[in-house]
Every structure is written in C-alpha cells, then in structure tokens.
C-alpha cells in the first residue's frame, strides 16, 4: 500500500507513539531531559492549518513516520528565519521506500498552504538526505559536534 500523511492533530492516540520515537532517538544526554516537557512541547505542536504543526506518516494504516514544522527548533546563528523543521523520524522498517521524501514533502506543502516562504532546519547525519529532497546547504557540518544547517525556498 501507498504512504499516506496525516495531521497529528487528527490522531492524538498517536501522541505517546511519536514521543516515544523522539525519546529514543534524542533525549540522550540531555541534561534535565523530561518525557513529560517532550509530550507537552510535541502536544503544542498538533495544530491542523497553522505552524507549528506536525504529520504523521502511515503505511497500512501503522504509523511509520513523523515531521513536525515549528519555530522553536532553531540554530541560534538563524534565530530570526524559519519556521523550521524539527523531529523528522522514519521506523527502521519503513525506511527506504519513500516515506521520508512524502513526509518532507508534505511539510514543505502544509506549510506552504500556511503562509510560509521558506523552511529551514538543522541536522547532525542526514544533510545527504535532505539535500536529494533539493534543499540548500547554509553552513556545512565541519565537525563530529557541528550541524548542518539547510533551506529550501517554498
């Protein structure tokens, strides 16, 4: 079946799920981390028409994937640009079949609709994939503790 891409403000049983897949992949060693602040920040971040938002991919009607837009994800050197894209997660299983593309695709598309004339993220290992999706690199990772930050005009 086709991946589709849905608004996680019309799914909030899925909530606990995607937060699950945020903490494993990021909370490690975040001084302070707590899941309750990453489900409260992530629940701010459900609307439906308007940034911040966040999707979620389903394959077979399982959730594999999610994206969020939002502006509080910055790199401090572009504090002033976004909005930005935060929390892009593909299941390992889901991986390689397109999921990750519809889903930066979709994000570029709703933000759009929203009002939006460019995104902008951050990232530590996946420039590569991103760049394949025609966004721009700003500034080039240029050590193991360094991000890449990227844009793509809407």
């Known amino acids: ?40 920040r992530l629940v701010t971040r459900a609307n439906r028409d308007q940034v911040p938002f966040t999707l979620v991919a389903f394959v077979d009607d399982e959730p594999v994937g999610c994206v969020s ?49 460019q995104l902008w993220l951050w990232t530590s290992e996946a420039a590569a994939f991103y760049a394949r999706c025609d966004w721009e690199t700003v500034v080039a990772k240029q050590g193991l503790a360094d991000v890449t930050v990227m844009r793509r005009a809407l």
């Open 69 to 117: 837009v939002c502006h509080d994800d910055v790199d401090a050197r572009y504090s002033l640009e976004g909005p930005w894209i935060s929390g892009m997660f593909v299941v390992g299983p889901a991986r390689d079949q397109g999921v990750g593309r519809l889903l930066v695709r979709a994000a570029e598309d709703r933000a759009r609709a929203c009002g939006a004339v």
């Open 1 to 40: 079946m086709k991946p589709r891409v849905e608004w996680l403000a019309d799914h909030p049983d899925l909530v606990d799920t995607v937060i699950g897949w945020h903490w494993r992949e990021w909370s490690h060693g975040e001084p302070g981390a707590s899941l309750d602040a990453w489900r409260a």
